[in-house]
């Protein structure tokens, strides 16, 4: 898209072309400001940052794909069962996601 910066004055050029000022980038939530609190669960299978998760019935921690109370959103990654993940778990957390 070329066109004149006066037009949009949100979007950014570089080298002529008009670009949105924003990254359209899919990483998932992360903690809005500062992190409340951060807590070391156990995942039951791979876990990436910016994942939702919830407690599974094992006790450990996966990824929310129903609609189910959430535990918090994972700011570490977890490669398999077993392995130890960091949650953003603070009830009053607030999360920015794209």
């Known amino acids: 898209?070329?066109?004149?910066?006066?037009?949009?004055?949100?979007l950014t050029s570089i080298e002529g072309v008009?670009?949105?000022?924003?990254?359209?980038?899919?990483?998932?939530a992360s903690p809005s400001g500062s992190c409340l609190r951060v807590r070391q669960y156990v995942a039951?299978?791979?876990?990436?940052?910016?994942?939702?998760?919830?407690?599974?019935?094992?006790?450990?921690?996966?990824?929310?794909?129903?609609?189910?109370?959430?535990v918090g959103v994972a700011v570490s990654y977890s490669s398999a069962d077993g392995q130890n993940i960091l949650v953003a778990d603070h009830p009053d957390q607030e999360f920015s996601c794209q």
Request: charge should be positive; proline fraction near 4%.
């Open 18 to 28: 008009l670009l949105m000022a924003n990254a359209n980038q899919k990483v998932g």
């Open 44 to 70: 039951d299978a791979a876990i990436y940052p910016g994942d939702f998760v919830i407690l599974a019935s094992s006790g450990k921690v996966s990824r929310a794909t129903t609609s189910t109370a959430l």
């Open 1 to 10: 898209m070329r066109g004149s910066k006066d037009a949009a004055p949100f």
